[in-house]
């Protein structure tokens, strides 16, 4: 913000700078120019090479410091200049805090159709009274998927962000791509259970392409989840042994996915440091036609961030993995929330990460 301030000020300088020595050339012209913003170029024209009354290098210095201004607004700042932003990163910080105090998932996100219901849609800044589950089941009905009413009054509320996604609680900032934007927090759990009608406890981020809103069929949606079950420790097997725990094993869901029959690796899983990226092709229970899932895992000292598109067809899932590899390369944790170099003393998961990729006990 100091920055900006800064360059705000830089600029307005310049601008008195360039006005002071037209005025000094010639009132009118001055007049002119302090009005007409336009006007300045015919003033450049005319006092072009005049040593007292050129104004070519100030005019220059206020192009290049516009353009500074203009780049850290729409690509640096989004979260400092506008004051929901700024409400709805604290209320992730606050929901992150929740979960690093019990390490549990059981708090139950407001559905769209309970907000519709009330009339209105609480903003991601409302305050929270803390309730037992007990209390809140009472008090809330199970989740539902919307009406499109509901969809279109849930759509008119919630906040897309763009620029940077932060969250402070778990230490981890992303770069939201150019031509999307996200939904954070609580308006992401509300969309997201407005279409599927089930409550996802681990969401944290919900994006889409910049020129699609809630409303719109066919979404290709980006989740975001964040699992606080301690440093997941250990390597994942080769393809076919992965494979192969996957029939075999328990199942113990813990990623975003079309569930059912894993069928098989598309992109094979590949671990690059703290990331794990793949593809897989699931049958659903009771479908005919298979689909395609895409994950990419960012380890953490705490948990895992995870990235998911879920339930493309074989043309869109052809990108996926590319798409997500880009974007988690973006994310940036603080050294004491990042993957350790070495696991030592540490709360670990009570699953390895073969047991992640795989989903199973």
């Not at 298979?290 to 493309?312: M, P, Q, T, W």
Request: aromatic fraction near 6%; proline fraction near 6%; glycine fraction near 6%.
């Amino acid at each position: 913000m100091q920055g900006l301030m800064v360059l705000y000020l830089v600029s307005f300088v310049l601008g008195i700078l360039i006005i002071a020595r037209v005025w000094r050339a010639n009132t009118l012209d001055g007049v002119l120019t302090l009005f007409l913003p336009f006007y300045v170029f015919y003033a450049l024209y005319k006092y072009w090479g005049d040593a007292d009354h050129d104004i070519r290098w100030p005019l220059l210095a206020q192009f290049i410091v516009s353009a500074v201004l203009l780049w850290n607004v729409y690509h640096i700042a989004p979260a400092v200049i506008d004051p929901r932003l700024a409400a709805m990163q604290s209320q992730g910080a606050e929901d992150d805090d929740q979960a690093d105090e019990d390490n549990s998932a059981t708090r139950p996100a407001r559905s769209s159709a309970t907000a519709s219901a009330q009339g209105k849609t609480a903003p991601a800044s409302a305050t929270r009274q803390t309730r037992t589950p007990a209390q809140a089941s009472e008090a809330e009905p199970p989740p539902r998927p919307a009406t499109m009413a509901e969809l279109n009054d849930l759509a008119a509320h919630v906040l897309f962000l763009r620029g940077r996604f932060v969250r402070e609680a778990i230490g981890m900032r992303l770069d939201i791509p150019r031509g999307q934007h996200l939904l954070a927090g609580t308006d992401a759990r509300l969309a997201d259970t407005a279409l599927r009608g089930e409550v996802d406890p681990h969401l944290i981020g919900w994006m889409i392409a910049t020129d699609r809103t809630i409303t719109d069929p066919n979404l290709r949606i980006v989740r975001l989840r964040w699992r606080h079950d301690g440093l997941v420790a250990g390597d994942a097997a080769d393809p076919a042994a992965l494979l192969d725990a996957a029939h075999t094993r328990t199942p113990a869901p813990r990623l975003a996915g079309s569930g059912g029959t894993l069928v098989r690796y598309e992109v094979a899983p590949e671990r690059e440091g703290s990331t794990i990226i793949w593809s897989e092709e699931r049958l659903p229970e009771g479908m005919q036609v298979s689909v395609h899932d895409c994950h990419a895992l960012r380890l953490a000292r705490k948990g895992v961030l995870e990235f998911s598109i879920v339930g493309a067809d074989a043309k869109a899932a052809a990108s996926c993995t590319d798409e997500l590899r880009a974007l988690v390369a973006t994310v940036r944790f603080d050294p004491e929330s990042d993957y350790p170099a070495q696991i030592q003393g540490e709360h670990l998961a009570p699953y390895s990460l073969s047991g992640m990729v795989t989903q199973t006990q």
